[in-house]
């Protein structure tokens, strides 16, 4: 993971990443619902906590935990239970939860497979027998297919308007996607940041055979949480494995 990347990112998190929290949130709920009977959850790369404070006014015991000391400032500000972890080195809460959620980008910070699947067998230690786990990645494939450089967007933030470009560039051969983002705000104060994120990319059956063994059992695959998709490779913009412990 780039502490450097987040360190910048970090100012700009929430609207940049302004995602349907609430319909994905509702997703979760249901998904809690149907397939366990789940009180306490643990936010993986829980980052300002959007979906934690959702849950957690749904009566959910919520914590959360990430590995960028940059993005756990934030997160401390509000009244949730939040630390850091890396979770190829383990997961010292000292607790287990009915259910773990890890979603957006966060296990593709993680470049090495081996590692990858250390870190999945570490969230199946910290859950309670059938325990459930939601994971969610970027799918990178569908985003490969448009232009390497183009405008994220522009977004409204308390200091002003903020513009978004990235140039992209993925290495297929080491299944690599490096990505450089560009900040420039114009408001009362204007600044311009930028700085570099690689992120490993994954076809949905090679994150499928990782997650199995791990230990889970897939129960369910969307293309996206907020509105329930299906998943397509060209088109879908992640993808998403509801899965639980055996």
Same mark, same amino acid.
């Given at each position: 993971?780039?502490?450097?990347?987040?360190?910048?990112?970090?100012?700009?998190?929430?609207?940049?990443?302004?995602?349907?929290?609430?319909?994905?949130?509702?997703?979760?709920?249901?998904?809690?619902?149907?397939?366990?009977?789940?009180?306490?959850?643990? $936010?993986?790369?829980? &980052?300002?906590?959007?979906?934690?404070?959702? =849950? /957690?006014?749904? @009566?959910?015991? !919520?914590? *959360?935990?990430?590995?960028?000391?940059?993005?756990?400032?934030?997160?401390?500000?509000?009244?949730?239970?939040?630390?850091?972890?890396?979770?190829?080195?383990?997961?010292?809460?000292?607790?287990?939860?009915?259910?773990?959620?890890?979603?957006?980008?966060?296990?593709?910070?993680?470049?090495?497979?081996? $590692?990858?699947?250390? &870190?999945?067998?570490?969230?199946?230690?910290? =859950? /309670?027998?059938? @325990?459930?786990? !939601?994971? *969610?990645?970027?799918?990178?494939?569908?985003?490969?297919?448009?232009?390497?450089?183009?405008?994220?967007?522009?977004?409204?933030?308390?200091?002003?308007?903020?513009?978004?470009?990235?140039?992209?560039?993925?290495?297929?051969?080491?299944?690599?996607?490096?990505?450089?983002?560009?900040?420039?705000?114009?408001?009362?104060?204007?600044?311009?940041?930028?700085?570099?994120?690689? =992120?490993?990319?994954?076809?949905?059956?090679?994150?499928?055979?990782?997650?199995?063994?791990?230990?889970?059992?897939?129960?369910?695959?969307?293309?996206?949480?907020?509105?329930?998709?299906?998943?397509?490779?060209?088109?879908?913009?992640?993808?998403?494995?509801?899965?639980?412990?055996?």
């Amino acid at each position: 993971m780039s502490e450097d990347f987040y360190k910048t990112f970090s100012k700009y998190y929430d609207p940049v990443l302004s995602a349907d929290y609430d319909r994905s949130v509702d997703t979760l709920d249901k998904i809690f619902k149907k397939f366990g009977d789940v009180k306490t959850v643990l $936010d993986i790369g829980c &980052g300002t906590l959007q979906h934690a404070l959702r =849950l /957690k006014k749904l @009566g959910y015991e !919520i914590e *959360g935990c990430d590995a960028s000391d940059s993005m756990l400032k934030i997160a401390k500000r509000n009244k949730i239970s939040v630390f850091k972890a890396d979770i190829t080195k383990g997961i010292n809460s000292g607790k287990k939860y009915d259910a773990i959620i890890c979603l957006g980008s966060v296990i593709q910070h993680i470049l090495d497979k081996d $590692d990858v699947l250390l &870190g999945l067998r570490n969230i199946n230690i910290v =859950l /309670k027998p059938d @325990g459930l786990f !939601i994971l *969610g990645l970027s799918n990178l494939t569908a985003r490969i297919r448009k232009p390497h450089f183009w405008v994220e967007g522009t977004y409204k933030t308390d200091e002003g308007r903020l513009m978004v470009m990235t140039w992209n560039e993925p290495d297929f051969k080491n299944m690599i996607y490096k990505s450089t983002w560009l900040y420039i705000l114009k408001g009362k104060k204007k600044d311009v940041d930028f700085e570099s994120l690689s =992120l490993r990319m994954y076809t949905r059956s090679e994150i499928k055979s990782l997650v199995r063994k791990a230990g889970f059992k897939i129960l369910k695959t969307y293309g996206n949480l907020a509105t329930k998709e299906k998943y397509k490779k060209y088109s879908s913009s992640g993808i998403v494995l509801v899965c639980k412990k055996i």
